[in-house]
């Protein structure tokens, strides 16, 4: 199953995504909010003509990404679920069979992409509790293509956390853990949600072998950036 969540959408980047899955089993449903614009809403209308594995979610209450995130999954079926920003534009043709390969170890319980930086340096390749703030994300600004300290920006390992920009995840271990802390309402519900499946005795995967390029990405971490200096000041 593929699962899209979504505060906006754009036509390109969905229609990207039909042309980039040669896996056949997925479905693809969006979480419609207040924020999306009409030609949004007459996009997924033309695009669900079109698909029959698209479908809408009608969300009605204030913006909480975790809400809308478990808000998703109870109404959604499948074994693995694929959490995807509407600002995320996948750049590996086989994303998808690449992701669910880290699952056929039991012990996974979710897994992240190396995140791009809309200039085609790093944006995280996976996130590490501490470091110079609350969590650190690993080779920030980096070359795409550089390997990093002892080669850990090129290979699979287990990490502290990835982004909820581009995460898939085994329901089991999601619901094992009571999914998303709702408390946390823009950040760190994804990191929050890693260490909790870690705690359950899961890994978090990061995999340099599948390419998210984050358009907004800059914008937000600028965003989060002020909202962390005005309450430090408070």
Known sequence: RYYYASRGLGDVYKRQLYEKIDYANFEIVVVSTAAFAQETKACL???????????????????NKAQIANFAVKNTQGEFLLFLNDDARILTDDALEQLLGYFQRPDVGVVGPKQLFIDGTVEHAGIVVGGSRVVTPLFRHMDAESQGYLDRAVVA????????????????????????????????????????????GYYTVFTPHVLL??????????????????????
């Open 45 to 63: 209308a033309e695009l669900a003509e079109d698909h029959d594995s698209l479908s809408v979610l009608e969300w009605d209450g204030p913006f």
């Open 157 to 200: 390992q287990n990490v502290s956390a990835v982004t909820g920009d581009c995460m898939m995840l085994r329901r089991s271990a999601f619901e094992e853990v009571g999914g998303f802390s709702e408390e946390f309402t823009l950040f760190y519900a994804d990191v929050d949600f890693c260490l909790k499946v870690r705690n359950a």
């Open 213 to 234: 390029s984050h358009l907004h990405s800059v914008s937000v971490s600028y965003t989060h950036l002020r909202a962390h200096e005005t309450r430090s000041n408070l």
